[in-house]
């Protein structure tokens, strides 16, 4: 068994508008050392798996079933006071927001200090001694004077340090990064993603980045995995999702990448249309409404839900189309198109 492995988990949340189905049946895997990137649209469900996995739905509204699990341990029928006991040293998480993620009457030395006191029997000192090491290890200048300081007392980018530092505090085996770089600007981005790199290779940790921007996952990831509404509908290893993709919503998604070959005045390549409601996701394939390419499954694409099955080498596709129809779109029609492998050898580039 993988590390980390996830077999057909739902997460639903019962309202009065009706059963919201943030993650309805999601199954993935994940080794030691190694990426996975998590990619979609807002609301497909990339956090609330995430949160799902860190056990923070325990004890509210939602409905939890399926299987998670971590380094042997089954997380889903656990007691809520176990996880929490895992949360710091087993597994950690980046959280998009650190200014609201970061307690603002606490310091965050202090608040460093307190996530690793949980998990290791030391003195307020040698927490504080730790505290400081971490944050000097995160690149924050002064880290003996900035130990002391509050978190609206640090920029954007030093918030966000400063929670990898929080969340590193302990070692973690798994570490999720929700949209570890939102708002930074390109050059924080950019350090932020070597941090997390090297600190990845020197605490051998699993993984996980979820994040809407492709660059940020063709930088970091081992494999993809890509969403909508809920649902898997591709996975593969990154060269597999970027160089030969088979679903619809994956060459939108590549599409709408902006591009330095594009003259500044030309217009990107959005998807059509809107994300579903997770509440009245629509039948069949819950893609189909904006696929261009709905009318070549026979009808199938809105009356039959497509299974994700494997094409070959680990690569799934959740789609109506035949692989060889899929194929054929996408290098003669597709690619031609879209041909942003400069893009991304310039994202790769040091």
């Not at 798994?174 to 350090?191: C, G, K, N, Y």
């Not at 996952?217 to 509908?233: Q, T």
Request: glycine share 8%.
């Amino acid at each position: 068994m993988s590390f980390l492995e996830l077999k057909d988990l739902r997460i639903h949340f019962p309202t009065d508008d009706g059963l919201v189905k943030s993650v309805d049946g999601l199954s993935f895997s994940l080794e030691r050392g190694k990426t996975l990137g998590i990619v979609g649209e807002s609301g497909s469900g990339k956090s609330v798996t995430s949160l799902g996995i860190l056990g923070l739905h325990k004890g509210g509204p939602a409905r939890i079933s399926g299987e998670i699990w971590l380094d042997g341990e089954e997380l889903v029928s656990a007691t809520p006071e176990h996880v929490r006991g895992l949360r710091g040293k087993k597994m950690a998480m980046i959280f998009q927001d650190p200014l609201s993620a970061m307690h603002p009457y606490y310091t965050v030395g202090d608040q460093i200090i307190e996530a690793y006191r949980i998990h290791h029997k030391v003195s307020k000192k040698a927490a504080r001694k730790h505290a400081i090491d971490m944050l000097g290890r995160v690149g924050i200048p002064e880290p003996s004077r900035r130990v002391d300081d509050y978190p609206h007392h640090f920029s954007g980018g030093m918030r966000q340090r400063a929670m990898i530092a929080m969340a590193l505090s302990c070692d973690p085996e798994l570490l999720i990064a929700d949209e570890p770089t939102t708002a930074l600007d390109v050059t924080v981005q950019a350090q932020i993603l070597d941090l997390m790199r090297d600190l990845q290779r020197e605490f051998d940790s699993a993984l996980i980045i979820i994040t809407h921007d492709l660059g940020v996952v063709a930088e970091l990831s081992d494999d993809i995995l890509v969403m909508y509404a809920g649902k898997c509908v591709e996975y593969g290893s990154a060269d597999d999702v970027f160089y030969r993709p088979e679903h619809p919503y994956t060459w939108g998604l590549l599409g709408s990448m902006p591009r330095l070959d594009r003259e500044p005045t030309d217009r990107l390549m959005p998807i059509k249309g809107t994300p579903p409601s997770l509440i009245n996701v629509p039948p069949g394939c819950a893609f189909h409404p904006r696929c261009p390419y709905s009318d070549r499954t026979a009808g199938r694409a809105s009356t039959e839900v497509p299974e994700l099955l494997e094409t070959e080498g680990g690569h799934k596709v959740r789609c109506h189309m035949p692989k060889a129809e899929r194929r054929s779109l996408w290098e003669n029609e597709i690619k031609p198109v879209v041909h942003w492998e400069d893009e991304i050898t310039a994202v790769e580039t040091p």
